[in-house]
């Protein structure tokens, strides 16, 4: 039978948590930095051992996949599956002229 003994709630990440974590990772943020930015359920950021406990798979895989993502992206663009707004309209008269 479990018992509540008190102390300090368990972590639980949320998936948006996961989701800034994996972000963070694929950006090349520092795990120290990434702790400041994940908090914990009474508010205050978690500590490294915590982050790689319960982020473990974002953490090894969140720089691969934000180069898929990107990459991808390129690619769509590239075959014109993703059209690039012009940044200003006087922009787009400028390239229709030449």
């Known amino acids: ?25 694929g ?21 490294k051992r915590t982050l790689e406990k319960h982020f473990r798979k974002e953490i090894d895989t969140g720089a691969a996949n934000l180069r898929t993502q990107v990459g ?3 690619i769509s663009v590239i075959k014109g599956r993703i059209r690039r707004r012009a940044s200003s309209p006087s922009r787009t008269r400028r390239c229709a002229a030449v």
């Not at 950006?27 to 930015?37: A, E, H, N, V, W």
């Open 72 to 74: 991808n992206f390129m």
């Open 1 to 25: 039978m479990a018992t509540n003994r008190g102390g300090r709630p368990a972590f639980e990440p949320t998936a948006e948590q996961r989701q800034n974590v994996e972000i963070a990772v």
């Open 27 to 47: 950006l090349g943020i520092p795990q120290t930095d990434i702790c400041l930015m994940v908090r914990g359920p009474k508010g205050k950021p978690i500590n």
